[in-house]
């Protein structure tokens, strides 16, 4: 197992106010190249609708009469003018709707994540905040000023607690950053970023989840025998 990273923890006024421990065998494993492409395109595939479509011959309106009589005329025979050599007629092999998913085991997903959080850390470009605004109310200049202490990169992440409407509400219009909540943090989102940043809560939250991979039957299985202890 890697050794535990050390990142300081900056307020919202950009001054450090302790530091976070990223734990190695999420922020400091082996970057599997391989592996993290094969997830991201699956990513992307889910994320196609799939809704395209075609007319075939046989759905393209028109054409039942024959055009003109078998033989005599010169002319090779026809039996439709929706046949796909005419134009207006009906499309061969065209895009049906589909559903591009793949099925991703949750292991490789997480293996994934840890080696994209992984690449970043080792660089240095993973931060953790203790808020982004110094009042109860949103701020958004405020908080520009810390990603501002933080990184100067067109392309920032920013991960968040989800009952964090302060941050929420400071950084969702800014063009340069996007924010998700914890839970749906993934290697696809990690790799279009220069940086991520985590809120405290949030840092917390994400390495209190499933990082190592864990299936839901596992979980469910150490839940069970706890209610059985008890």
Same mark, same amino acid.
């Given at each position: 197992?890697?050794? %535990?990273?050390?990142?300081?923890?900056?307020?919202?006024?950009?001054?450090? !106010?302790?530091?976070?421990?990223?734990?190695?065998?999420?922020?400091?494993?082996?970057?599997?190249?391989?592996?993290?492409?094969?997830?991201?395109?699956?990513?992307?595939?889910? !994320?196609?609708?799939?809704? $395209?479509?075609?007319?075939?011959?046989?759905?393209?309106?028109? #054409?039942?009469?024959?055009?003109?009589?078998?033989?005599?005329?010169?002319?090779?025979?026809?039996?439709?003018?929706?046949?796909?050599?005419?134009?207006?007629?009906?499309?061969? $092999? #065209?895009?049906?709707?589909?559903?591009?998913?793949?099925?991703?085991?949750?292991?490789?997903? *997480? *293996? !994934?994540? =840890?080696?994209? &959080?992984?690449?970043?850390?080792? *660089?240095?470009?993973? $931060?953790?905040?203790?808020?982004?605004?110094?009042?109860? !109310?949103?701020? %958004?200049?405020?908080?520009?000023?810390?990603?501002?202490?933080?990184?100067?990169?067109?392309?920032? /992440?920013?991960?968040?607690? =989800?009952?964090?409407?302060?941050?929420?509400?400071?950084? =969702?219009?800014?063009? =340069?950053?996007?924010? /998700?909540?914890?839970?749906?943090?993934?290697?696809?989102?990690? &790799?279009?970023?220069?940086?991520?940043?985590? %809120?405290?809560?949030?840092?917390?939250?994400?390495?209190?989840?499933?990082?190592?991979?864990?299936?839901?039957?596992?979980?469910? %299985?150490?839940?069970?025998?706890?209610?059985?202890?008890?």
């Amino acid at each position: 197992m890697s050794d %535990t990273l050390t990142v300081d923890v900056l307020d919202s006024e950009g001054k450090k !106010a302790g530091t976070a421990d990223l734990p190695g065998d999420v922020f400091d494993v082996q970057t599997n190249v391989p592996l993290i492409h094969q997830v991201v395109v699956a990513q992307l595939a889910a !994320a196609r609708q799939g809704t $395209h479509d075609t007319k075939s011959r046989g759905e393209v309106s028109g #054409g039942g009469k024959k055009p003109y009589k078998q033989k005599g005329t010169g002319r090779a025979r026809q039996g439709s003018t929706r046949a796909p050599q005419f134009a207006g007629g009906g499309v061969v $092999h #065209g895009p049906t709707p589909r559903d591009y998913s793949q099925r991703t085991p949750k292991k490789m997903k *997480a *293996a !994934a994540l =840890r080696g994209a &959080l992984s690449d970043r850390a080792r *660089a240095g470009r993973v $931060h953790v905040v203790s808020g982004f605004a110094p009042g109860a !109310a949103p701020s %958004t200049k405020s908080a520009l000023a810390v990603l501002d202490n933080l990184s100067g990169r067109k392309n920032v /992440l920013v991960v968040v607690e =989800r009952s964090d409407e302060i941050t929420w509400k400071s950084l =969702r219009n800014v063009e =340069r950053v996007h924010l /998700l909540v914890a839970d749906q943090l993934n290697t696809y989102d990690v &790799l279009i970023s220069d940086d991520v940043v985590f %809120t405290q809560g949030a840092l917390d939250a994400f390495l209190a989840g499933p990082t190592k991979g864990r299936g839901a039957t596992a979980v469910a %299985t150490e839940s069970e025998a706890q209610e059985e202890t008890k």
